[in-house]
């Protein structure tokens, strides 16, 4: 019943859908992490039932070896017994001839009830060893399916940690799209562009009554040129 049992709980954890877990899982990884767990202490207890088992057979093996050797030594003891009585019964000794005989029948029940003892053990055996080759297999499938589960794990860990590393640069390049610095350059150029626009505007101020100036000294010119001419005629003289 134990050996059913186990049998059973190692097919179920050999079946079990890792994937179809996992769609079900609030936090896969965390789930993942305590199916390893459980796998591996599942595979502690089903290796030492497997263990147990496999001791059981040997013990069967040896006891069912046993009872062959012994039944061997009886049939060796009667067909001694059954020389020896040959022999004196040859040599006229009856008697003794008829002891070794019977000794002979005693070895041979002896070897008859060996032999049957040793038969009782082999359907043991051989239905225990199909059960210790099906437990072999099942911890053997445990055992690949715990790999799965940790590769499975490893995996999740590795793409969780992949994404977070995607998430906090798409952060750092959104951080630097709201606090660009180029934006900052771009601001003290056109702050040095209008400054650079009032210097010229300053020169072309400064220009413009440069301008003004030198046309008031042509016309200070022309109002002088008029009095001189004024003069000449008062004085009867020609400026020509």
Same mark, same amino acid.
């Given at each position: 019943?134990?050996?059913?049992?186990?049998?059973?709980?190692?097919?179920?954890?050999?079946?079990?859908?890792?994937?179809? +877990?996992?769609?079900?899982?609030?936090?896969?990884?965390?789930?993942?992490?305590?199916?390893?767990?459980?796998?591996?202490?599942?595979?502690?207890? $089903?290796?030492?039932?497997?263990?147990?088992?496999?001791?059981?057979?040997?013990?069967?093996?040896?006891?069912?070896?046993?009872?062959? $050797?012994?039944?061997?030594?009886?049939?060796?003891?009667?067909?001694?017994?059954?020389?020896?009585?040959?022999?004196?019964?040859?040599?006229?000794?009856?008697?003794?001839?008829?002891?070794?005989?019977?000794?002979?029948?005693?070895?041979?029940?002896?070897?008859?009830?060996?032999?049957?003892?040793?038969?009782?053990?082999?359907?043991?055996?051989?239905?225990?060893?199909?059960?210790?080759?099906?437990?072999?297999?099942?911890?053997?499938?445990?055992?690949?399916?715990?790999?799965?589960?940790?590769?499975?794990?490893?995996?999740?860990?590795?793409?969780?940690?992949?994404?977070? $590393?995607?998430?906090?640069?798409?952060?750092?390049?959104?951080?630097?799209?709201?606090?660009?610095?180029?934006?900052?350059?771009?601001?003290?150029?056109?702050?040095?562009?209008?400054?650079?626009?009032?210097?010229?505007?300053?020169?072309?101020? $400064?220009?413009?009554?440069?301008?003004?100036?030198?046309?008031?000294?042509?016309?200070?010119?022309?109002?002088?040129?008029?009095?001189?001419?004024?003069?000449? +005629?008062?004085?009867?003289?020609?400026?020509?």
């Amino acid at each position: 019943m134990a050996q059913q049992s186990l049998l059973g709980r190692v097919g179920q954890l050999v079946r079990a859908n890792i994937n179809a +877990l996992l769609d079900q899982a609030e936090d896969p990884q965390k789930m993942l992490d305590q199916m390893v767990r459980d796998y591996t202490a599942a595979i502690r207890e $089903a290796e030492q039932s497997v263990a147990q088992t496999i001791g059981d057979l040997r013990l069967m093996e040896d006891d069912h070896a046993e009872a062959v $050797a012994t039944a061997k030594e009886w049939g060796g003891k009667a067909a001694a017994a059954s020389r020896k009585a040959d022999s004196l019964r040859a040599e006229g000794n009856a008697t003794e001839a008829d002891r070794f005989d019977q000794l002979a029948r005693v070895a041979l029940q002896r070897q008859i009830d060996a032999e049957n003892h040793a038969k009782g053990f082999e359907p043991q055996i051989a239905s225990r060893t199909e059960v210790v080759e099906k437990l072999k297999t099942g911890l053997e499938g445990m055992r690949r399916k715990l790999e799965e589960l940790k590769s499975k794990r490893d995996e999740l860990v590795a793409r969780s940690r992949m994404a977070a $590393a995607q998430s906090q640069v798409h952060d750092a390049v959104k951080a630097v799209d709201l606090l660009d610095p180029t934006s900052e350059v771009s601001r003290f150029e056109e702050k040095v562009r209008r400054e650079e626009a009032r210097v010229r505007g300053q020169e072309e101020l $400064a220009a413009s009554s440069l301008d003004a100036q030198f046309e008031a000294l042509e016309a200070d010119g022309d109002v002088t040129e008029v009095e001189l001419r004024l003069a000449a +005629l008062k004085g009867g003289t020609s400026t020509d």
